[in-house]
Nanobody
């Protein structure tokens, strides 16, 4: 199983950006999926998670109401729409997939089956 994140870039404060994660090698609906991020000098943190059907999502307090996670199983792709971006959202964003860890559990358990390489998101002030 491989995950590839893309769509990062340099944007201004208040802008929107959508990053994508394509999963290959297995059927995407077999997996819970999530987004994490790591800023320079900081530990990796949970951002958002989604169940296999998209009916259940979970967000960190820092992004709830600004970010939206979604998935298109037909395209084997997960998305993260980021709105009203802030400089503190600057980080490398990673996608992950796991067969057993629910979106809620991902917030505290980062030991997931598969990880992508990440895409850089930079928000200028």
């Amino acid at each position: 199983v491989q995950l590839q994140a893309s769509g990062g870039g340099l944007v201004q404060t208040g802008s929107s950006l959508r990053v994508s994660c394509v999963i290959s090698g297995r059927t995407v609906q077999d997996y819970f999926m999530g987004w994490f991020r790591q800023a320079p000098g900081k530990e990796r943190e949970f951002v958002a998670g989604i169940n296999w059907s998209g009916s259940s999502t979970h967000y960190s307090d820092s992004v709830r109401g600004r970010f939206t996670i979604s998935r298109d199983n037909a395209k084997n792709t997960m998305y993260l729409l980021m709105e009203r971006l802030k400089p503190e959202d600057t980080a490398v964003y990673y996608c992950a997939a796991d067969r057993l860890t629910s979106p809620q559990r991902m917030a505290v358990n980062h030991r997931l089956d598969y990880w992508g390489k990440g895409t850089q998101v930079t928000v200028s002030s």
